[in-house]
Structure formats: C-alpha cells, structure tokens
C-alpha cells in the first residue's frame, strides 16, 4: 500500500475526509446511532501494521509463507477451535 492510501485511510478513520452535505439520491444517510456505533467499534479496532502486512505480501509472492509447518499449525488451532 502506497504511503498516500495510509493517509487517506488514517484521515477517514479520523473523521478528517469530509463526505458532501447532500448524499446522491440513491443512498439513504445513516442513523446516527448507528454511525456512532460504528466509529466506536472502528475506535477499538488494532491499529494496522503496515509493515507486516507488507511482509506477509513478500512472503506469499516467493511462495513461502505456506510451508508444511505453518499449514499443520493452522489446522491444528482450527480444530481446537472447532472442538475437534
């Protein structure tokens, strides 16, 4: 991700990007209730770690992200999740 797209996306979760007065006919404006509940939800959402997200990329395009290891991990906590 491009370091101008971490902006926008930090300005919107910051309320800085203001959306027009008038939404387009098609769209209904939301209950601000609800939009309240939602950007408290947003609030306590972990910040992203652009770094490991960026690794992770580089690791699934040299294709060694899912090794043999990794994968039995995984389905090992997926059916201790599942009660399996």
Known sequence: MKKHDREL???DV???IHQPETPP???EPPDAAETLR???KVSRMPDIRF???QRMRELIA???LETPERV???VRRLM???GL
Do not use: A, C, R, W
Request: aromatic share 4%; glycine share 8%.
């Open 38 to 40: 939602l950007l408290e």
């Open 25 to 27: 006919p098609f769209v």
């Open 51 to 53: 770094e490991q997200v």
């Open 14 to 16: 910051q309320g800085e």
């Open 62 to 64: 040299e294709n060694k």
């Open 9 to 11: 996306i930090k300005q």
């Open 72 to 74: 039995n991990g995984t």
């Open 80 to 82: 201790e999740e599942l």
